[in-house]
């Protein structure tokens, strides 16, 4: 493994991590109150968007230019983050009841996780692992096109 890369894992976790908890702050930072009109409502969440934006626009840049994750682990990630969000936000903001199901949903989530990230099916069916389509050329590429016209 190349350890050079895991400053970069790091900053990218960390900064997706700060960005979907803003994100998820923003959506619930206004339930409590009852009487808010649409205007005051989105005057309250808005800014948590566009900090989120920021932060996240970062993260997803460190993560094209090293490679740090597939779209799916990607999505993985987001899951995993607002779904602790929410519980945390349901538990200690909202008052809410955490039921042990959804503890149980969790360590589903963070299961499937990790066997997406280890390729730990593919492992033990001996399946081939596909590589990364960020690896692949574009289709629309514009040196791809002129390579296929020199081709014909």
Known sequence: MDYSILPYYASFLFLFLIAN??????QYVTLPYIDLTMWQAYKMAIPFVWVEWIILTYAISLEHTYKLFTPTQITFLLIIMQFVSVLTIN?????????????????????GFFISVLHLISKVLHLPIQSDTLDQPDSTDKSNKNSNKDEK
């Open 21 to 26: 908890i803003l994100s998820t702050w923003g």
């Open 91 to 111: 538990k200690y903001y909202l008052k809410k009841t955490i039921y042990i199901s959804d503890i149980i949903a969790f360590f589903i989530i963070i299961a």
